[in-house]
T-cell receptor, first 109, second 116 residues
């Protein structure tokens, strides 16, 4: 089975940095995705990690440690528009995605 | 990037009726598409894997006779919710796999189904 854990909620101020952790225990691993989802909308792709290490893309970075079953998404220079739910998803060998419950990030002025 | 179009964006239907949701890959051929369901404040749950030209593979607990999936062409998969009931009200989202692209799953816009 798949077990993916991430915090339920996080709050931060505009301009700050927030780190969303994701731990996983899955049968089969072929990559980890991070998605951003605003209420009532489909998820938007943020990042993909398949090898250990840090992937940086503008204000967003994602880290993966396969041996620890751990990933994090780092959001820098937070903006109000970053208020959303952030989903961690693990891809298995059949390309199926198993999603965590999502972390709701609230950015305050 | 690849584009996946889902239609309709929202639908309201009466209890007992059937609703069809379409998922199209617009600029690539998708041999595999996935259907997810998301209840309010919950994450996406995979319902089934749709394979072109063959029967869909359903996840445990998903009734295949209630959620009919047809993947008749390389660019179209449909999900039909049969005999819908209020508890089927949810956000349904499809995604498609683009051949040779392993680094991203392409999602449709989602369909908000409300059964009254």
């Amino acid at each position: 089975g798949q077990n993916i854990d991430q915090p339920t909620e996080m709050t931060a101020t505009e301009g700050a940095i927030v780190q969303i952790n994701c731990t996983y225990q899955t049968s089969g691993f072929n990559g980890l995705f991070w998605y951003q989802q605003h209420a009532g909308e489909a998820p938007t792709f943020l990042s993909y990690n398949v090898l250990d290490g840090l992937e940086e893309k503008g204000r967003f970075s994602s880290f993966l440690s396969r041996s620890k079953g751990y990933s994090y998404l780092l959001l820098k220079e937070l903006q109000m528009k970053d208020s959303a739910s952030y989903l961690c998803a693990v891809k298995d060998n059949d390309y199926k995605l198993s999603f965590g419950a999502g972390t709701t990030v609230t950015v305050r002025a | 990037g690849a584009v996946v179009s889902q239609h309709p964006s929202w639908v309201i239907c009466k209890s007992g009726t059937s609703v069809k949701i379409e998922c199209r890959s617009l600029d690539f051929q998708a041999t595999t598409m996935f259907w997810y369901r998301q209840f309010p404040k919950q994450s996406l749950m995979l319902m089934a894997t749709s394979n072109e030209g063959s029967k869909a593979t359903y996840e445990q607990g998903v009734e295949k006779d209630k959620f009919l999936i047809n993947h008749a062409s390389l660019t179209l998969s449909t999900l039909t919710v049969t005999s819908a009931h209020p508890e089927d009200s949810s956000f349904y989202i499809c995604s498609a796999k683009s051949p040779g692209v392993e680094t991203e799953a392409f999602f449709g816009q989602g369909t908000r189904l409300t059964v009254v």
